[in-house]
């Protein structure tokens, strides 16, 4: 089993426990708007981290970490809206191979 599926497990296991138990049960019962809030906390510390691992490579620990955490809170937002990680995967997967150009193009 990868990392991405026991994550989704305890992710979806959350759902059941007391906000006082869990972290991730506090976010899902603060709502969609507290999750976003962190995701896009976690994104400018992404932001943040990146700038300074392009200047000084061994700040780059800090942006896998900082990467790290914004992928957890987006797994969080995706379980809180009954998706998962593997939705994202799949989505990645139909696009591997498509030119960003191409794809970007499709959307519209």
């Not at 979806?12 to 709502?31: C, F, I, T």
């Not at 906390?41 to 970490?65: C, N, Q």
């Not at 998706?83 to 139909?94: C, H, I, T, Y």
Request: some cysteine.
């Amino acid at each position: 089993m990868s990392i991405i599926d026991q994550l989704n497990e305890v992710l979806e296991s959350r759902k059941k426990q007391h906000p006082k138990e869990s972290y991730v049960s506090s976010l899902y019962a603060a709502g969609t708007d507290k999750i976003l809030q962190k995701i896009g906390e976690e994104a400018t510390e992404v932001v943040i981290a990146g700038k300074e691992a392009s200047s000084d490579p061994s700040a780059k620990p800090a942006l896998v970490g900082e990467v790290a955490d914004l992928w957890f809170h987006s797994m969080v937002l995706l379980c809180h809206l009954d998706l998962s990680a593997n939705d994202v995967l799949e989505e990645l997967n139909n696009r591997f191979g498509v030119g960003g150009h191409d794809e970007k193009a499709q959307r519209s």
